[in-house]
């Protein structure tokens, strides 16, 4: 289980700064329009050899201008309960306020370990000022200016010392292991109790080093592979089932630790943001998808034309990714929860496939001879040879080119699509590279 930091702190105190330094992206663009996917938050780092994730509680809400304290109130809450590390960013131009006063009366009553960052200290006068935030009780600030990244490496280093350290669960590799995730009140708890059924004692709990993932090992009807359930250790927490992005950073961990998600939407609802949000969260982490239309028991037409729209609707929402299995299910009437495994199981199996070599250069090369990457600045893109890259988490296709940097995105998609007409590679995302030969 990798572990998951969580940056907290009032509006415009430079989190999402702080977060594209550690990530190293440019993601959290800043006034970006609203309602686009907000993917801008949940990024990965890595330092001294031990990768995590990184979650921006700030950047989830929109015009963070006029949130008022309580929406921020629950947004520490839910890193308090959720993450591992968390990194309380405070501005040193402008000292203690009474927000971050009531983010730090917050913060002292938890057990997890709590970095206090001192933001935008860009020269040594300013590090006097970051005295007065011992004030909050939460140990010594950090003095860091995230907008230059001095002050960043000491900051990483405090952070990877508060990890715990994994004894790694004891489960089987090669057994698969599937996450149930969605929006609250999908229907993700019934599903589970439709897979396990009411027996519980032919499940046997592995307990997790972690107190809030469990992998269950499920072996009935001819399947044998783990459920991971982060939801089911822990009450419901009224507080955070009305934050919009709740259900994304409660699905972190599950997505991390699968190998194929079964992404859950409501019939009745369609695809909101929420389930797009938590779709590029699966895409990120390159898992497996097996999408679930539940509720399917609640729908009164269901003739071949609805499914057929239905189907059409969430492929052109989640695209350019549309190979991926859809079961229309009812987890309350067990309607069609066999299929749900069944692809889940198919899909892992298409992760990892193999294709030999041969057959690879036989099937594709004619078809980019036929049909070349596009000539640019007047020169030849010859594709020669083509191989499946071993043992990769997805599976990797490297085209040998003579001018790799030429081929374009495009380009790629086509390659990809020839691969996947050819060979089953449902529900599993691909990589494609060009490489020199």
Known sequence: MGNLVAIVGRPNVGKSTLFNRLTQTRQAIVNEQAGTTRDRQYGKAEWCGQEFSIVDTGGWVVNSDDIFEGEIRKQVLLAVEEADVILFVVDVMNGVTDLDMDVATILRKSDKPIVLVANKTDNNEQRYYAAEFYSLGLGDPLCVSAATGSGTGDLLDVVVSHFRKDAGEAIEENIPRFAVVGRPNVGKSSLMNAFIGEDRHIVTDIAGTTRDSIYTRYDKFGFDFYLVDTAGIRKKNKVNEDLEYYSVIRSIRAIESSDVCILMLDATRGIEAQ???????????????????????????????????????????????????????????????????????????????????????????????????????????????????????????VFFANLPQYVKEPYKRFLENKIRERWSFTGTPINIYIRQK
């Not at 999408?291 to 239905?310: A, G, Q, R």
């Not at 057959?359 to 596009?374: D, S, V």
């Open 275 to 397: 389930d797009l949000n938590i779709f590029s969260l699966i895409q990120k982490n390159s898992k497996g998808l097996v999408v679930v239309v539940n509720k399917w028991d609640l729908v009164e037409d269901k003739s071949t034309i609805v499914i057929k729209t239905f189907e059409e609707a969430i492929r052109h929402r989640l695209a350019p990714f549309v190979d991926f299995p859809i079961v229309f299910a009812s987890a309350l009437t067990k309607q069609r929860i066999l299929k749900i495994l069944e692809m889940a199981k198919q899909t892992y199996q298409n992760r990892t496939m193999r294709i030999a070599t041969r057959k690879l250069n036989e099937e594709l090369l004619p078809i980019i001879e036929a049909t070349p990457p596009p000539m640019t600045k007047g020169k030849m893109i010859k594709i020669k040879y083509i191989t499946q890259l071993p043992s990769t988490q997805v599976p990797s296709f």
